[in-house]
């Protein structure tokens, strides 16, 4: 995740810049793409979250999504086992997110 200083968050809170929402924004729009499988679904507060695996150069990655609200729309598309489309960071595959 993106580590930042308690200065750092409390000047983006005045300027009302979300960091890490912008960094998944960048995600979406310029990661590289794997396929990934769906581990498992469930939920958490009224919104559905997803595990899945993937792997990248033989090392496999397993974490978290919470779906967006498009996504849950389309519930059906990520049931344990579906393949999806996942976006990594090459600088560290670790982070993730499904498109």
């Not at 974490?63 to 090459?90: C, K, M």
Request: charged residues 20%.
């Amino acid at each position: 995740m993106i580590q930042q200083s308690w200065f750092s968050r409390l000047l983006n809170r005045l300027r009302g810049r979300d960091p890490v929402a912008e960094y998944y924004a960048w995600l979406v729009s310029h990661g590289r793409v794997t396929e990934g499988r769906i581990i498992d679904q469930f939920e958490v507060d009224d919104t559905v979250a997803i595990c899945y695996r993937y792997c990248i150069k033989n090392v496999d990655y397993e974490t978290s999504h919470n779906l967006t609200i498009e996504q849950q729309s389309q519930f059906h598309l990520y049931v344990p086992g579906a393949s999806v489309s996942v976006r990594y960071d090459p600088k560290r595959p670790c982070i993730s997110t499904v498109t």
